[in-house]
């Protein structure tokens, strides 16, 4: 069985070829450097996400918060994605009050009207770095819009977001960590700032949602919510920002795609699909074995790490017909770029329906987009996605969108 560097691979420009090689050797493959178990095929990928029995969240829960509280299984200091079982169900049904389809369909006129700014910018401009100057910018302000707090944090939401991923997932410097260090100071006195006056809030403001006490028991406690709010921030935006650069990517690489979503926005929901099967934000997904066990016949012992590959999962030729070739109007199983299982991203339709405004009027606006300059992406191989997107673009004439009338596939 063939050893392999998952990091390395992960950090590659264009990993998913070495998956592939990888993948030779079976679809479960041992990385001897982080001391973990590797799996790149997706039926087994499904498998391993959706038997929290067997497969649990400790791991991802001592990259968060170190491995005593992980292993204590404190509740009240683990975020919902380090929890399974009772702990986790609990929490879920709390925070989904903030992403029903209905309050997410209600941030849609926001979407757009945030976004109009920014597109107008950069065609008057003839482009710039459309990653930091757009899709950074969009889902921090999202997120600030549902949560409720003031335009001001925009930028500081985007510099917190990318310190802590670095932090919690990456491999910092001596000076990243003192950055790192500073913007959790900022953050948490941000958090203080807004939580001091929760109660006075109206019932569309997720603070207040979250905490009422007119639920009973089905409300966070302050540290939930702190928790929760820290968790929304990093990977509510981040995330998102990185399917939008990925997004780009393919356009600026397959102008008959921009070329197709032009011809029929309404064919925007399935582009969006499939940039989340082909081009993953989130490459890698975590978990520990319970009790001894086997995957495709390979012995799992208890406790160790099996590290899912969600990029490798949805290339894999035996889920996907030519699994390299970009088509949104191709069949096959559900992609993982959500998850799968009961750790199912929760603001899938958030994210969604971002990714599609935003395509949706880049499309009718843009004529031309063009990458002028280096692409750097994301330091940690657990998530994909630019940083810089330099890009050079032309505009053409058009008449404002209409709503599209096509909801995206799947749900929150």
Not at 205 to 228: I, Q
């Amino acid at each position: 069985m063939a050893a392999v560097d998952l990091h390395r691979v992960g950090a590659e420009p264009d990993p998913y070829r070495r998956y592939e090689e990888l993948r030779e050797n079976g679809p479960v493959v041992w990385d001897p450097v982080h001391d973990e178990w590797v799996v790149l095929g997706h039926s087994l990928a499904r498998r391993v996400l959706a038997d929290p029995a067997t497969f649990d969240s400790r791991a991802v829960a001592a990259r968060i918060v170190g491995d005593a509280a992980a292993h204590d299984g404190v509740s009240s200091v683990v975020p919902i994605i380090g929890l399974d079982g009772p702990d986790h169900a609990r929490l879920r049904r709390i925070v989904s009050r903030a992403f029903t389809p209905r309050r997410v369909g209600e941030l849609r006129g926001f979407v757009e009207a945030a976004l109009d700014p920014m597109l107008t910018r950069l065609l008057d401009a003839g482009g710039g770095d459309i990653q930091r100057d757009v899709f950074d910018r969009l889902p921090a302000m999202v997120i600030a819009q549902l949560i409720g707090v003031g335009e001001g944090d925009h930028d500081s939401l985007v510099r917190w977001a990318r310190a802590m991923v670095l932090g919690v997932f990456g491999d910092p410097t001596e000076a990243d960590q003192r950055e790192i260090d500073a913007a959790l100071v900022e953050m948490t006195a941000w958090m203080d700032r807004n939580l001091v006056d929760r109660e006075l809030r109206g019932a569309s403001d997720v603070f207040s949602l979250l905490t009422r006490a007119e639920y009973g028991d089905e409300h966070l406690t302050e540290v939930e919510l702190r928790v929760f709010l820290f968790t929304l921030l990093v990977a509510g935006s981040f995330t998102t920002s990185y399917l939008l650069g990925n997004g780009l990517l393919v356009l600026a690489a397959h102008a008959d795609q921009l070329a197709g979503l032009r011809a029929c926005p309404d064919s925007t929901a399935a582009f969006v699909e499939e940039v989340l099967r082909y081009d993953s934000p989130a490459q890698v997904v975590q978990r520990s074995a319970v009790n001894d066990t086997e995957l495709a016949g390979v012995p799992i012992a208890a406790d160790a790490t099996v590290s899912v590959i969600v990029g490798a999962a949805n290339r894999d030729p035996d889920a996907f017909a030519d699994p390299h070739r970009f088509d949104p109007d191709r069949d096959g199983p559900p992609h993982l770029g959500f998850g799968h299982g009961p750790h199912f991203c929760l603001g899938a339709g958030l994210a969604r329906l971002e990714a599609e405004v935003t395509f949706r009027e880049l499309a009718a606006r843009i004529g031309t987009i063009d990458l002028v300059g280096p692409v750097t992406r994301s330091p940690t191989p657990m998530f994909r996605g630019p940083t810089s997107l330099p890009v050079a673009v032309s505009g053409q004439a058009t008449t404002p969108l209409q709503p599209s009338v096509r909801r995206a596939r799947g749900g929150t």
